[in-house]
């Protein structure tokens, strides 16, 4: 799992829908999930962190949990399935942990109002990510062919420790 963080909103141009924005926390890869206009509001609002008079549906539900004693520990981001992206939110109380099925967009307003991980399943970033530090990408693939270039048969086997004693 890859630990992300919302960079922002964003609206899609030929849609005109929204898009929530993970970026990973190296800064390299970001992935767009698109969302509703309501989620879009209850995250930047939740981002902007100003108090509302009255508490808008994800801060009524962290209320209730708050009241039952019940703790947001993280979100997961864990599949991608004919373009619709799935997620859990993992709550506990005392030494129970449960997962709820929800929406990302959901799970990410609550998420960020709760001030918890948001972590995303390595399978849906190789999915669905876009990079965004290539310059840093290709110096890791060069840096990588260099290694392998000056490793011989012998170290390879030497670092694996599959040699035979």
């Given amino acids: 799992m890859i ?8 609206i899609d ?4 829908n929204p898009i929530v924005l993970l970026r990973d926390t190296l800064e390299r890869r970001a992935l767009p999930i698109w969302i509703g206009e309501a989620e879009a509001k209850a995250i930047i609002g939740a981002l902007d962190g100003r108090p509302l008079e009255r508490p808008m549906t994800h801060d009524l539900m962290l209320n209730f949990l ?4 019940i703790t947001v520990e993280r979100v997961v981001v864990h599949a ?3 373009s619709t992206f799935y997620a859990v939110i993992t709550v506990s109380q005392g030494d129970i942990k449960k997962e709820i099925d929800a929406r990302p967009s959901d799970a990410i307003a609550i998420a960020v109002r709760a001030k918890c991980p948001i972590w ?3 399978e849906v970033i190789l999915e669905a990510s876009i ?3 290539q310059d840093a ?5 060069r840096a990588f062919r260099e290694f ?3 490793l011989t048969p012998e170290e390879l086997v030497k670092k694996s420790g599959l040699e035979s004693n």
């Fill in 3 to 10: 630990e992300m963080k919302v960079a922002g909103i964003a």
């Fill in 13 to 16: 141009a030929v849609s005109r």
């Fill in 66 to 69: 708050d009241a039952w004693g």
């Fill in 80 to 82: 991608l399935k004919n």
């Fill in 120 to 122: 995303v399943m390595e």
């Fill in 131 to 133: 990079p965004v530090d």
């Fill in 137 to 141: 990408d290709e110096a890791e693939r």
């Fill in 148 to 150: 392998l270039s000056k």
